[in-house]
């Protein structure tokens, strides 16, 4: 089964409200319940380590660079001073993050996008051609 949102909505037929089909050339067959093929868009936040997780758990392609950004995070002020008194006092610390857009849908097809505006016109172009034939 395809991975990639856009290639995997090519293989699709909606048969009626309930019933769509995926066929591919490889041979992969689903029958599937139509409401499932509607998708939705993730922000994903993440750090060089949270990035570097992502990549190796295939959320994020390998060599895409994301928007970057600053995030509030609250961490122990013993980070900082290394004194343990500190240890139970929180302070609010930046951090830099990269930020992508995930759009998917409940079967786990997937894009990742850096444009919210790029992830949310996908949504608005899969949701609508969705529900047009769902309400015929």
Do not use: C, W
Not at 18 to 27: F, L, S, V
Not at 92 to 115: H, P, R
Request: net charge negative; aromatic share 6%; charged share 35%.
């Amino acid at each position: 089964m395809e991975k990639d949102l856009t290639k995997f909505m090519k293989n699709v037929k909606i048969l009626n409200k309930a019933i769509a089909i995926y066929d591919d050339k490889d041979g992969n067959y689903m029958v599937m319940n139509t409401p499932g093929l509607l998708v939705g868009s993730e922000k994903i936040q993440v750090n060089e380590e949270e990035k570097k997780i992502a990549v190796f758990n295939q959320i994020i392609p390998k060599n895409m660079i994301g928007i970057k950004e600053k995030r509030k995070k609250i961490k122990s002020k013993e980070e900082i001073t290394h004194k343990p008194e500190d240890k139970y006092t929180l302070i609010e610390d930046e951090e830099d993050v990269e930020t992508f857009y995930a759009v998917s849908n409940q079967l786990g097809a997937k894009q990742i996008f850096t444009s919210k505006q790029d992830a949310n016109e996908l949504v608005s172009s899969i949701n609508d051609n969705i529900l047009e034939l769902i309400n015929e």
